[in-house]
């Protein structure tokens, strides 16, 4: 008989998703996504200045914020028909880059990496052999015997003290770990390592945008930072680019290919069909054609075969969501009208709409923007992806996994990070040639429409703004967790993260870690509870995963 | 007794054309050398306070950097911690805290290593240019035999790698490799 299982909330910064799944026979049968917070963004914006509209959207988020900041920038900018100098465009790619290496770090490490990580286990390794393992894998500092002893030492004393802190109540020793004791070591040492060096990356944004989170240097028609276009700042950002760099290439890339070399299987579960990629990083006024990662979608699994996209075959539901009606609308045309409240996975359960792109739910990140590369023949993609493959003897379908979303996130970091390096030098270049200009001009029209497509570290985020006398009359934003994320459509076809779920195994009801590693290896961005609801018992089994 | 703890620390901007002519220097050496276990290189950029632990845990250490005093550009210089003065026009104040304010810290906090400094007259530190002027290029071969006199001197040895690149030419472009340098601590 189907058992049913509620995870919720799921995930590990925010709250507020909440995970249903049907379990038979050890594998999960049925799936229901619900996103229980409200955001009503677009009705906040009504009425208001345009040029304010950025300030506001990046609160949508206190993780990925600069994202939101940009695509309204990129929307009012494509409605009141500026186009921004090309040192404008350089910062906020480097922006963009920045909180792409910052986000792929902290999600691999601090979001993702207990599910394949056994801290407990890491107890009984020998510090000798870990370092043995490390060094021939990475030349990392602090990878010495002594250095995983003091680790160990400290992890010791957490679970000693009964006080596991941050790592407390996960599901040590489930059966579903894998990693040797020494590999266990050397990852949880990272897991420390990488708190330092995220917060390090972090201040990459302080340098041209002042802050973070929230920073503070858009504006319609450019950037503010005029001012720290001076050798001081630029060098500075060079330096944290490099730190971070260098941790990726000797820390992130290795870990991963060494936990991935263990967990081969889950190249084929957490699957889903269709892949959807606004593509990023213009090289030059010219969209799509100049974005560094293109613009593309696939169907069917079918890599072959890339489609252009067209935004006008972009729709959203909310026949299962909690909003006014059960149509489909473009986001131009969109509406936000809440109505409803109660959780029926049959019919209405979620605060999330549904996208879909012509008809079909579409998988966004870093593992779209990979295939669509991949698949478009993008060169530093291809290298990168035949070269993991390769490593980890697998074939290129086992992309299509929760194996194959997790290692092209940590792929993209590598490509995207190494081109930083060239916008850099784009950017000296230009000061050098005496072009400082960061600000284009430009006049509000008294009405307009307007469209900015990003791709952020989560996936295809889509922003929409109408205006009428000069003011905000319509504002949409359609994010990457819904598409992922997002519930069943009018047609009832399951959201991706509903796809993926099905056919995951679950060993133990009441310690579901295969579900937790699907479900974060779409980067949910939420969460630090779970709560297991047994409807035989009705006994809910609470659960603080970290 | 174990050898003492080098490092070997090439600091300067390397957006400002000769200014960068340490850490153009640092990378050559970790491209061309295996050096022994007590030697540590770094490239130490515009890091400024953030050098003060990596400092601090050294025995010894020897900053190879632009210093101007009124030479001919391109001449090798060599001078102990202790001869600095606010005279010496160390980095030309370009650092948002320069390296002798670091090294008063280090001694404030009882953690300061000897330390010999080595670099160049340098041409030209404009901005904006990551390659270095034609007399310092053609003089770093140069600056490179003292470093690892120094090296040698303090205690560390050294290796030329099988696959060593070529030395400096004229046209040195500062090169961004692999390993961005060990400064995490």
Redesign the interface.
Known sequence: MAERIVVDPITRIEGHLRIEVEVANGKVTNAWSSSTLFRGLEIILKGRDPRDAWLFTQRACGVCTYVHGLASVRCVDDAVGVTVPDNARLIRNLLMGAQFLHDHIVHFYHLHALDWVDVVSALQADPVKASKIANDVSPAPKSGPSDFKAVQARLKKFVDSGQLGLFANGYWGHPAYKLPPEVNLIAAAHYLEALRQQARTARMHAVFGAKNPHLQSLVVGGVTCAADLNPDRVSEFLYLWKETMDFVNNVYIPDLLAVAGFYKDWGSIGGTTNFLAYGEFPQSAKEPESLFFPRGAIFKRNLGKVDAVDPAKITEHVKHSWYEGDGALNPAQGETKPMFTKLDTADRYSWMKAPRYNGEPMEVGPLARVLVAYGKGHEPTKKAVDGVLKHLGIPVEALFSTLGRTAARAIETKIIGEAMEGWIMQLVENLKKGDTKTFEPYEMPESAQGMGLNDVPRGALGHWIEIKGKKIANYQLVVPSTWNLGPRCAANKPGPVEEALIGTPVADPKRPVEILRTVHSFDPCIACGVHVIDPQSNQVYKFKVV | MAPQKILVLGVG????KDEGLGVHLVRRLEAAYDFSENVRLM?G???GLRLLDPIAQADHVIVIDAVQRGADPGTVQKMSADDLSKKVTFKNS???LDLVETLAYAEVLGQRPTCVIVGMEPLDIE????TLTPPVAANMKELEVLVLEEIQKAGGSWRLKAHAPQPFGEATDYV?G???????D
Request: glycine share 14%.
């Open positions: 901007n390397v957006l400002l490239d950029g515009t890091l370009i650092h948002q901005p904006w240019g990551i961004f692999d390993s961005c340098g060990n400064h995490r």
